[in-house]
């Protein structure tokens, strides 16, 4: 059976993840290489060269140039013909008990346009040298092979024209990065003690770095060993000191001594490590390199990823001792935290302070999680505050809804005994607790409106005032009736609780607007109720019609402006003035409709309610309102009752307005919001 080369190569799939992979199978052929030789360990050497393109087509901010071509120089072994043999056979298992798969080379031509070998090699007591090219059209071609008159071993590999558009254009990498992945790719070696001498030089910007040197920063921490379902695991656990702009932690799967793909970041599988790790007075990284026998047998062929289920929900018909990525994690969390507990305890107790100032500062609606220490234990600690939100969400909205079912089959069952009713107070109050949360959460948005009100009465650092219109607006928004806007995009509640249930409300609009009558006068706010709503107290509704049950109407007067400006220094003028021929335009109309064309009845027996609110009251002013009729309030405000048209107005300053929605609040902003 014939598998040409192109067929193959072409099953490669490589990903901006797999930018260097050619490069690192290269280094490992040339590890395996060497670990087969006799050279003292000591004299082992790798040097790699790199040579540079073009500039990528985006470029970043080191503005590196892109790879073109690399050398990679090692003094091992060489293509004797037991090696050029096992190359030349796809799928090779001639060095299987190094973890060579024979795919790498194919690899490396997913990427790479030539593949270019110049080996020195000694065998049978006769040295030799073989050059030979792999390519996908012509496959290998002997260039020559000859007895050497070199008497040392060296292999040049030459992995020329980068031709993979993907890997071309994410290869614009740093010397220092480059080194820093290859690095991190063969720890396992480093850690047991062999790797040989690796050394990387740029071309282009006449840099080199020694590999080993680097490894010079990390220190083996711990290792440890665990089993999943029969299966040994073992990690390595290294630590670095926090230097330069490193942000996390990492965790990489191994398989035959090489990591496979890219570190996981360790914040994703276990929070607590989202940032460096307090040691002894020391901010330390983490690099956990994990190994096994089972990893061995479940890497792609390729060693970009694993053939291992990542979830066990997604393990429907597999058996239950399927091993998953989520099992591994697990394990490596659970033990990470016990070998690490003093950090960990503590990064805890931190995250949950933060939880419950979260809670208290900015979202009340979670105030009954402050009183269940289990819920605030098991958040997951270092989350930012959107995920923060969104775990307390999921919480509060799983434990509302079992809570709520819970009530139902109980009022379904109709099971009544002295557990069933111990169970049902329960969940009331469990319910009563979340109903709380949802109140504290309104409760906030009205507190926010009335800190609103009260800066919107204050002069600026210019002695202006708000205008009439921004008052106005933050009440309830000028030009609109609340068929154009929902029940919590006003702010009614502000003048009286009991408002904010009627069925038909304008503002700022003229009568005839929304009704049939003809006038061109503009209330501020007229409020009408009819018998229809009592059974929806809070509803937007269609328009009222017929006979109405009660009338409201509010005139507001600008802050910073004070009455007595409506006569500038002449006081002698009733409050009712302000607001009474609004009433008159509906009392004394014939026929009356509201904007949708239905008649509205409105009779001189019908109760109407006039407020007037206004900055500031001269004591003129009030003197001959006084003496008009006019009484005061035990609140400081005035009131006028004109029984034969079941009139009743009040006046008001916006301060009276402002305090006494204050006080109405304070009693549950006082309980909600202690600290």
């Known amino acids: 059976m014939i598998v040409p080369v192109k067929n193959i190569v072409e099953q490669v799939d490589l990903t901006s993840d797999d930018v260097l992979l050619p490069l690192l199978e290269c280094i490992i052929n040339s590890i395996i290489s060497l670990q087969q030789s006799n050279i003292p360990f000591g004299e082992r050497k790798i040097q790699i060269q790199i040579e540079r393109g073009d500039y990528p087509n985006n470029p970043s901010f080191e503005n590196q140039k892109t790879i073109s071509t690399i050398k990679i120089i090692d003094n091992g072994i060489g293509f004797n013909q037991n090696n050029y043999k096992s190359f030349e056979t ?3 298992q001639v060095n299987k008990n190094f973890g ?22 000694s065998e049978n007591d006769k040295w030799y040298n073989r050059v030979f090219r792999f390519t996908t059209e012509k496959e290998i071609e002997t260039i020559s092979f000859e007895e050497s008159n070199m008497k040392e071993p060296k292999t040049i590999i030459e992995i020329k024209n980068c031709n993979n558009s993907i890997v071309k254009e994410k290869s614009a990498l740093s010397i220092d990065q480059i080194s820093e ?31 080993n040197q680097l490894f010079e920063k ?18 390595y656990i290294t630590k670095t000191l926090k230097e330069g702009n490193r942000k996390n932690n990492y965790l990489y799967y191994c398989a035959n001594s090489r990591t496979v793909g890219n570190g996981k970041n360790l914040k994703n599988i276990n929070s607590i490590f989202s940032y460096p790790v307090l040691l002894n007075g020391n901010n330390y990284f983490f690099d956990i390199y994990l190994v096994s026998d089972f990893l061995n047998t479940k890497v792609f062929k390729t060693r970009n990823g694993f053939n291992i289920q990542k979830e066990r929900e997604n393990l429907l018909f597999n058996s239950s001792e399927t091993i998953t990525i989520q099992d591994i994690e697990e394990k490596v969390s659970e033990i990470i935290e016990k070998e690490y507990e003093t950090f960990v305890k503590e990064a805890k107790e931190k995250s949950l302070n933060e939880v419950v100032t979260y809670i208290t500062e900015k979202a009340p609606r979670y105030n009954s999680f402050l009183r269940n220490p289990s819920i605030l234990k098991s958040i997951p600690p270092n989350l930012t505050e959107d995920k923060l939100e969104e775990h307390l969400y999921k919480v509060s909205f799983n434990a509302r809804k079992n809570v709520e079912q819970s009530i139902e089959k109980f009022i379904k069952n109709k099971t009544v005994s002295e557990d069933a009713i111990n169970q049902i107070i329960e969940d009331i109050k469990e319910k009563t607790a979340y109903d709380v949360d949802s109140l504290a959460d309104y409760m906030t948005r009205r507190k926010a409106i009335i800190d609103l009100f009260d800066k919107f009465l204050d002069a600026d650092e210019n002695g202006d005032y708000k205008l009439e219109e921004d008052v106005h607006n933050l009440i309830f928004p000028l030009g609109l009736t609340n068929n154009d806007l929902d029940y919590e ?14 069925k038909f409300i304008a503002s700022d609009k003229s009568i005839t607007s929304y009704s049939q009558v003809k006038s061109r006068k503009e209330l501020d706010l007229i409020m009408v109720e009819s018998p229809q709503m009592f059974d929806n107290p809070i509803s937007f509704g269609d328009k009222s019609s017929g006979e109405v049950n009660s009338m409201v109407i509010f005139e507001f007067k600008r802050p910073g402006d004070t009455a007595h400006q409506k006569r500038l220094t002449d006081y002698r003028w009733e409050f009712s003035e302000l607001i009474e021929p609004y009433f008159d335009e509906f009392l004394y109309t014939p026929i009356k409709k509201n904007y949708k064309g239905n008649q509205v009845i409105i009779k001189e027996t019908t109760p109407k309610f006039g407020f007037v609110i206004l900055d500031f009251i001269p004591e003129p002013l009030a003197k ?16 006028k009752i004109e029984a034969e048209t079941n009139l009743h107005i009040e006046v008001m300053t916006f301060r009276k307005l402002l305090e006494f929605s204050k006080n109405r609040h304070n009693p549950f902003f006082d309980k909600l919001f202690v600290k």
Not at 100 to 121: D, H, I, P, Q
Request: glycine letters at 6%.
């Open 181 to 211: 992945l290859i690095m991190q790719h063969c720890l396992i070696y480093y850690l047991n003690n062999a790797l040989p001498i690796i050394e990387i030089i740029d071309k282009e910007y006449d840099r080199g770095e020694v590999i």
């Open 218 to 235: 990390v220190s083996k921490d711990k290792e440890r060993e665990f089993k999943i379902y029969g299966e040994n695991f073992k990690i």
């Open 624 to 639: 001959y309102n006084k003496n008009k009729g006019w009484k005061m309030t035990p609140f400081g405000t005035f009131f």
């Open 90 to 92: 796809p799928f090779s």
């Open 100 to 121: 060579c798969k024979g795919v790498g080379r194919f690899t490396v031509l997913a990427a790479y346009e030539e593949y270019l070998v110049n080996s020195n090699f």
């Open 489 to 502: 995009n006003h702010n009614l509640w502000l003048l009286d609780e009991r408002f904010i249930t009627y």
